[in-house]
T-cell receptor
Framework: DAGVIQSPRHEVTEMGQEVTLRCKPI?????LFWYRQTMMRGLELLIY????????DSGMPEDRFSAKMPNASFSTLKIQPSEPRDSAVYFCASSLVDNQPQHFGDGTRLSIL | RKEVEQDPGPFNVPEGATVAFNCTYSNSASQSFFWYRQDCRKEPKLLMS???SGNEDGRFTAQLNRASQYISLLIRDSKLSDSATYLC???????????FGTGTSLTVIP
């Protein structure tokens, strides 16, 4: 069975550019999570969707970040404009039902120059 | 106080040793607990769930102490392949949100 699929695996872009990260959750999972991981801050939850509806976006750093989930099989995380401090590994995860463990994608390694 | 706290280590142990990690959590309403493993430059992967009565999976044993609000992971007969970062995960109490610890680094030495 396919796991969580993220794209791209790596992204290097210049400050000020728009960045779009994509995620396909495991089929049948009703919850989707976007995380950011850095050495300094560890794994941080950015936003969480349940049945395609954003439930908690309190972890989104600022207005430059936005996330959508137009259907059960696709989500995007967008940064516009990007800044060097956004450089991190961004993970998408999904889970089947409440309180069940989350399954992570391979992550997107983002570098903003 | 952080929702989940772990000793970051690093723990450097010889092959065959037994090593234990603890993790404390602050929300007494938390109901679900997990240990994840993360290899360098990889995604976190579920290692095992932690049940109230304690549970074992091969060389790995997980324990939960609700009174003191901590969970533990014991690894017996350490293998080189156990070298990784171990993340403690605790749910928020309601809904489907989890807190991840910053991880404990383990290196098993030949």
């Amino acid at each position: 069975d396919a796991g969580v699929i993220q794209s791209p695996r790596h992204e290097v872009t210049e400050m000020g550019q728009e960045v779009t990260l994509r995620c396909k959750p495991i089929s049948g999972h009703n919850s989707l999570f976007w995380y950011r991981q850095t050495m300094m801050r560890g794994l941080e939850l950015l936003i969480y969707f349940n049945n395609n509806v954003p439930i908690d976006d309190s972890g989104m750093p600022e207005d430059r970040f936005s996330a959508k989930m137009p259907n059960a099989s696709f989500s995007t995380l967008k940064i516009q404009p990007s800044e060097p401090r956004d450089s991190a590994v961004y993970f998408c995860a999904s889970s089947l039902v409440d309180n069940q463990p989350q399954h992570f994608g391979d992550g997107t390694r983002l570098s903003i120059l | 106080r952080k929702e989940v706290e772990q000793d970051p280590g690093p723990f450097n142990v010889p092959e065959g040793a037994t090593v234990a990690f603890n993790c404390t959590y602050s929300n007494s309403a938390s109901q679900s607990f997990f240990w994840y493993r993360q290899d360098c430059r990889k995604e976190p992967k579920l290692l095992m769930s932690v049940y109230s009565s304690g549970n074992e999976d091969g060389r790995f044993t997980a324990q939960l102490n609700r009174a003191s609000q901590y969970i533990s992971l014991l690894i017996r007969d350490s293998k080189l392949s156990d070298s990784a970062t171990y993340l403690c995960v605790v749910n928020k109490g309601t809904g489907n949100q989890f807190y991840f610890g910053t991880g404990t680094s383990l290196t098993v030495i030949p």
